[in-house]
């Protein structure tokens, strides 16, 4: 697996521990591992020396300031700088003209696009209360426009029919026709899957933007997209004044340097990342995640972000902030933090979310991410008095043999709970004292029944 | 026996996909070709060759490991010209994916099963639509099943599939994709068909329970036919990143893998993935996708492909 670049860093540039300045000669090592990360986070080539380039600039004479190490100090330079690459803040939707305000979807085949359409028109409807009509001009795929119809209804939104028989455009006029009088102050038109070089499907859909002078038009891509994001994207751009774009199937376990090269050719704001195939699978964006992320640093806060989500607010700020200090975490917190694993949909669904060494490690161990193993667990917690919660010191053999008998485990398994509880409350500590890295490797152990 | 690759070489055929894969390369401005002027063989050259491989998605490791032997061969041959290294880096490119190359031959058992699985999007539902097309080309008798119960119209799509080329698609309107196949088995086993092609929902390796639902599906078509499934595919889109050998690996690890089919080849994205997937795990490449039409299938030719590749 790829090593975190910060530990990269530090190996390519421990000859040069001590020097004062980034310099020329003491980041040559360091730059290439960098551009080693990017190309194998899939950031294309022509974008990776143009950044490569700028991150030098920007290093050279950057003084290396207190206990920082020369590597540190260039983690720093390249993330500030990516960062910045991938756009300010999370930027929404630009629908203020006059209704019906037109959203037009692009992208190759099987980017995510009619499934984006049914996950904004369902937040439009829910989030921005408007009433959006979504409508397919997908006349090729077979059972595109069924698959729209389905969508829609999954979304509860309304769904202009269309027949394959019809030109796109005509499909397009009508559709913005009957918004208009039927009060819809958004249209969403779904387009058929299309590639960069297909000279006739390009003129279709740049006819379709002029027909319908879209406020948005949003260029769908898949986060597992390779070098070719670039060429993609110049295409799209050149054939669309494109407004924005939506990174789709970012639950996997790509790193997503298509973003990058993306966002560096159109220049324009990734609006929105596709998380899941269902409708409410849909995020804003975060640049400085994504960031992260393609440097292989994990996606931390989007974790914290997902506790957020449907869970307590109030309860996950008191954990985060106990897991912050590392101490007075007991088991009745353990508890809580199973029960909230619980609401955001099981371990698979938060494991989607760790940093990829991590989410390796778990996949390695099957049973460790069974919830029915959580459930057991929460089980034991629940035969434990008050004050063994707070004191698991207190629990020796007898009450251990109370408590394995009141969950109907065997003693053995409390005595699992017990020391992995240990390990918990030791990584915390180190989570403390700033070891992203030895963190995850103390996480291994962490999960129920997982590896020891 | 029944040679299934000499068969589908249809010349006018193979010809015409090869022109679509290297017209589609050229109008990139192939990075590729662009490369081998009428250079000297100097550094400047292979920084530009490993500059190619790496926008075609071959990967740090594979680039570095054909970069390696085209150096041994340019001094141990005398390489001189830019041309000369080229045919020597597409000779080496064909060799790494030579073992790749496998005939697909479902004709040892009756009905011969096979699943597809990938990730979404892939071209999965789409690829067995082509597939049903060739076999029956092939005169074999074909039965599809709707293993995809939860995308929407997912059923419907490959129902339209199988109109296409007159083929039967078994399908629920309930939701368990095992029982759905299973049945479809059966149902070939009665009729005497040929074969089964199972659709299965796509799926990101990261969500753990859907792919303990893929294992789960195998099983049950194991216990339909013990020697089943027969042939388990996995669809790569050619414009996946690195992220590919993942997949390969995740997919490999849950169902055992007998082959892979690379879609998507008609566009821009070069597939070089697969020059990483040669290096580090090895599953065959059946077919490759080279169009949303229905003949464009085409079994994998590791030369033509290289040729293609680097033209
Ligand atoms: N896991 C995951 N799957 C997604 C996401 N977005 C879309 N999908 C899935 O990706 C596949 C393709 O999505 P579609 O919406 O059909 O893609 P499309 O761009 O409309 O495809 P074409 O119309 O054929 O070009 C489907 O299986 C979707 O469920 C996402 O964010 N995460
Ligand atoms: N250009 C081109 N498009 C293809 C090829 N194969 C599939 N597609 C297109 O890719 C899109 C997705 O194909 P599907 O067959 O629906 O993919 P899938 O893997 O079944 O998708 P899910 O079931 O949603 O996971 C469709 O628009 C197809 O027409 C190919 O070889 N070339
Ligand atoms: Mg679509
Ligand atoms: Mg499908």
Known sequence: ?452 | MFSFRKKSVDPAQEASWFARLRQGLRKTGSQLAAVFGDVRVDEALFEELETALIASDAGLDATRHLLERLRARVVRDRLETAQEVKAALADELARLLAPLEREFDPTVRKPFVVMVAGVNGAGKTTSIGKLAQWLQGHGLSVLLAAGDTFRAAAREQLAAWGARSRIDVVAQSGGDPAAVIYDAIAAARARGTDVVIADTAGRLPTQLHLMEELKKIRRVIAKADPTAPHAVLLVLDANTGQNALAQVKAFDEALGLTGLVLTKLDGTAKGGVIAAIAQTRPVPLAFIGVGEGIDDLQPFAAREFAAALLD
């Open chain 1, 1 to 452: 697996m790829l090593d975190n670049l910060t530990q990269r860093l530090a190996r390519a540039m421990k000859t040069i521990r001590g020097e004062a300045r980034l310099t020329e000669a003491n980041i040559a090592d360091a730059l290439r591992e960098v551009r080693m990360a990017l190309l194998e986070a899939d950031v294309a080539l022509p974008v990776v020396r143009e950044f490569i380039a700028q991150v030098k600039e920007k290093a050279l004479g950057e003084e290396v300031v207190g206990s920082l190490t020369p590597g540190q100090a260039l983690v720093g330079v390249v993330q500030r700088e990516l960062t910045a690459l991938m756009g300010g803040a999370a930027a929404g939707l630009e629908l203020a003209v006059a209704p019906p305000a037109v959203i037009l979807m692009a992208g190759l085949q099987g980017s995510g696009k009619t499934t984006t359409t049914g996950k904004l028109a369902k937040h439009l409807k829910g989030e921005l209360r408007k009433k959006p009509l979504v409508v397919s001009c997908d006349v090729y795929r077979p059972a595109a426009i069924e698959q729209l119809k389905t969508v829609a209804a999954q979304a509860g939104v309304d769904f202009f029919p269309s027949t394959a028989g019809e030109k796109p455009v005509d499909i397009a006029r009508r559709a913005l026709e009957h918004a208009r009088t039927h009060y819809h102050d958004v249209l969403l038109v779904d387009t058929a899957g299309r590639l960069g070089i297909d000279e006739p499907m390009m003129k279709e859909i740049a006819e379709l933007e002029a027909a319908l002078a879209p406020a948005e038009t949003l260029f769908v891509v898949d986060a597992m997209q390779g070098q070719d994001a670039v060429n993609v994207a110049k295409a799209f751009g050149a054939a669309l004044p494109l407004t924005g774009v939506i990174l789709t199937k970012l639950d996997g376990d790509a790193r997503g340097g298509a973003a990058l090269s993306v966002r560096h050719v159109t220049g324009k704001p990734i609006k929105f990342a596709g998380v899941g195939e269902k409708l409410d699978g849909l995020e804003a964006f975060h640049p400085e995640r994504m960031a992260a992320r393609i440097l292989g640093m994990g996606d931390i806060l989007s974790l914290v972000e997902e506790a957020r989500k449907g869970v307590d607010e109030a309860e996950a700020k008191r954990l985060a902030e106990k897991v912050r200090k590392g101490k007075g975490f007991d088991l009745e917190d353990f508890k809580g933090q199973i029960q909230q694993m619980k609401k955001m949909g099981g371990f698979a669904s938060l494991v989607d979310k760790l940093p990829a060494q991590f989410a390796q490690a778990a996949a390695q161990s099957p049973q460790a991410l069974d919830d029915r193993a959580l459930a057991r667990v929460e089980g034991i917690i629940n035969s434990m008095t008050r004050a063994e919660r707070a004191r698991p010191e207190l629990i020796k053999a007898s009450r251990k043999r109370r408590i394995a008998t009141g969950a109907g485990v065997p003693v053995q398994e409390v005595n699992r709970l017990l020391n992995q509880f240990a390990e918990m409350q030791k990584m915390m500590k180190q989570m403390q004292k700033g070891g992203l890295q030895k963190m995850m490797r103390a996480m291994k152990h962490l999960l129920p029944g997982g590896p020891r």
